[in-house]
């Protein structure tokens, strides 16, 4: 079965430093999310891509966040100067269309857990 | 806004024994998707279950049986005979459909962590 890959599944980065996270989705796919979980807290959604823009994101997705579909497969997450409250394992999803009669759930990659030093 | 809300944060049982897990939610769309997911210690996010809004009827999956009543806003999820590879941390998740057709995000709770004890 098709799966969304996340990576690396470990960074661990200096505080202010730049970090890019990697996502492949799954390929027929047509929306991508990212959310964020920071240890021992619920799972929090990011922000979620379509169309090449942003269509929706959260307060947490600030102006340190940048989202890209660089090519025709990779969906990366860019955290342009890191802070140590940054610390947390983010997950990549994936999605065909969803409806009210043809509903398609979200799929997601194991994480990427990123630890800023 | 939508909100998912999982007032038991720990729950500790012997192997065998039945668990059950509470979710409540609050939205204001009539259509809208619930889910459980559970998260092993390795982390990774296991989709167990999806539920429409307009389908109220209770599923069973094995061990598993889901508990849908929109009358209370609730979604409870339990595991019948525990086993020790049942210990998880297990989110319930709810999707509005909105005006938008697709790619809606999803909220979860805050998460019940199961520990089953051999």
Same mark, same amino acid.
């Given at each position: $079965?098709?799966?969304?890959?996340?990576?690396?599944? !470990?960074? /661990?980065?200096?505080?202010?430093?730049?970090?890019?996270?990697?996502? /492949?989705?799954?390929?027929? !796919?047509?929306?991508?999310?990212?959310?964020?979980? %920071?240890? +021992?807290?619920?799972?929090?959604?990011?922000?979620?891509?379509?169309?090449?823009?942003?269509? $929706?994101?959260?307060?947490?997705?600030?102006?340190?966040?940048?989202?890209?579909?660089?090519? +025709?497969?990779?969906?990366?997450?860019? %955290?342009?100067?890191?802070?140590? $409250?940054?610390?947390?394992?983010?997950?990549?999803?994936?999605? $065909?269309?969803? +409806?009210?009669?043809?509903?398609?759930?979200? !799929?997601?990659?194991?994480?990427?857990?990123?630890? %800023?030093? | 806004?939508?909100?998912?809300?999982?007032?038991?944060? @720990?729950?500790?049982?012997? @192997?065998?024994?039945?668990?059950?897990?509470?979710?409540?939610? =609050?939205?204001?769309?009539?259509?809208?998707?619930?889910?459980?997911?559970?998260?092993?210690?390795?982390? =990774?996010?296991?989709?167990?279950?999806?539920?429409?809004?307009?389908?109220?009827?209770? @599923?069973?999956?094995?061990?598993?049986?889901?508990?849908?009543?929109?009358?209370?806003?609730?979604?409870?999820?339990?595991?019948?005979?525990?086993?020790?590879?049942?210990?998880?941390?297990?989110?319930?998740?709810?999707? =509005?459909?909105?005006?938008?057709?697709?790619?809606?995000?999803?909220?979860?709770?805050?998460?019940?962590?199961?520990?089953?004890?051999?």
């Amino acid at each position: $079965e098709p799966e969304v890959t996340q990576t690396p599944s !470990h960074q /661990v980065t200096q505080m202010g430093q730049e970090v890019i996270l990697r996502c /492949v989705p799954i390929s027929n !796919h047509l929306y991508f999310y990212w959310y964020r979980q %920071i240890l +021992g807290q619920k799972v929090e959604f990011l922000v979620s891509f379509y169309n090449n823009e942003i269509s $929706e994101k959260s307060e947490i997705f600030d102006d340190q966040f940048s989202v890209e579909r660089p090519d +025709g497969s990779n969906f990366t997450l860019k %955290i342009r100067s890191t802070k140590l $409250e940054d610390s947390a394992m983010y997950f990549c999803a994936s999605s $065909e269309s969803q +409806g009210a009669t043809n509903f398609r759930p979200q !799929h997601f990659g194991d994480g990427t857990r990123l630890s %800023i030093l | 806004a939508q909100k998912v809300t999982q007032a038991q944060t @720990e729950i500790s049982v012997v @192997e065998k024994e039945d668990v059950t897990l509470d979710c409540v939610y =609050e939205t204001r769309d009539t259509t809208y998707y619930l889910f459980w997911y559970k998260q092993p210690p390795s982390g =990774e996010l296991v989709f167990l279950i999806r539920r429409n809004s307009f389908d109220e009827q209770n @599923e069973i999956s094995g061990r598993y049986s889901w508990n849908f009543q929109k009358s209370t806003s609730s979604f409870n999820f339990t595991i019948t005979a525990s086993q020790v590879v049942d210990s998880a941390v297990y989110f319930c998740a709810l999707s =509005e459909r909105g005006i938008k057709a697709a790619g809606n995000k999803l909220t979860f709770g805050g998460g019940t962590r199961v520990l089953v004890k051999p």
